[in-house]
């Protein structure tokens, strides 16, 4: 990290901000303060070793009368990418695979359920006001591309359901584009898919 790069929002306000009022900043930003939760050491060793940080909190919730509280762990992934974007579309790719294959390997170790990766996670973020090579090149299958199939694997190794947006290409309806979230079981099969209206192909765009 370089000298003058910020690590993050709380550590600049814990810096900065005396520590009386350092409570109420935060709960103004994040809301009423929940508890912290520990990692097993070997997740906190793959994270390190991997350079990845983790982070848990527990949120409650309100008492059901007809069903019993259960415990529901989500993990939220937030990534970068591993090779220059010069580099081919399918190695970038398969960096990524590999990349997010450890981070879920950890979320498995922590005992997560459900695991949401970030927003066309298979790919540079690359959406802009027009469809320009290469960026849509690492469009594929939600039904069956390279990525999907990548998750439904992982998903049966860890019993987790997964959350997997990608740049998806629809081959049956005309090769449109769509931002779209693949949702698959804990068993590996593709439950659905969500599209968003964020690219230019499909009605208003506006970024």
């Not at 350079?51 to 009368?65: I, K, M, T, V």
């Not at 802009?128 to 199939?149: H, I, N, V, Y």
């Not at 968003?196 to 208003?204: E, L, S, T, Y």
Request: hydrophobic content about 40%; some cysteine.
């Amino acid at each position: 990290m370089a000298a003058n790069e910020i690590q993050s929002l709380d550590s600049v306000l814990e810096k900065h901000v005396p520590a009386e009022e350092l409570a109420e900043v935060k709960r103004i930003l994040y809301g009423k303060p929940v508890e912290t939760l520990a990692f097993p050491a070997e997740a906190s060793q793959s994270a390190d070793s991997n350079d990845f940080e983790l982070a848990g909190y527990q949120f409650s919730a309100a008492p059901e009368q007809e069903r019993d509280p259960r415990i529901v762990r989500i993990g939220l992934v937030q990534n970068k990418i591993v090779l220059p974007t010069s580099a081919p579309v399918a190695e970038q790719r398969d960096a990524l695979h590999r990349r997010i294959g450890v981070i879920t390997e950890t979320a498995a170790k922590c005992g997560v359920n459900v695991i949401c990766y970030q927003e066309v996670w298979n790919m540079p973020f690359a959406f802009c006001t027009r469809e320009k090579l290469p960026w849509t090149q690492f469009a594929e299958s939600a039904e069956d591309g390279p990525t999907t199939r990548f998750c439904q694997q992982l998903a049966k190794k860890h019993n987790m359901v997964i959350i997997s947006p990608i740049l998806e290409r629809d081959s049956v309806h005309g090769d449109i584009l769509a931002n779209t979230a693949v949702v698959i079981s804990n068993d590996g099969v593709v439950l659905g898919k969500s599209r968003k209206n964020h690219i230019p192909r499909v009605g208003d765009f506006n970024e």
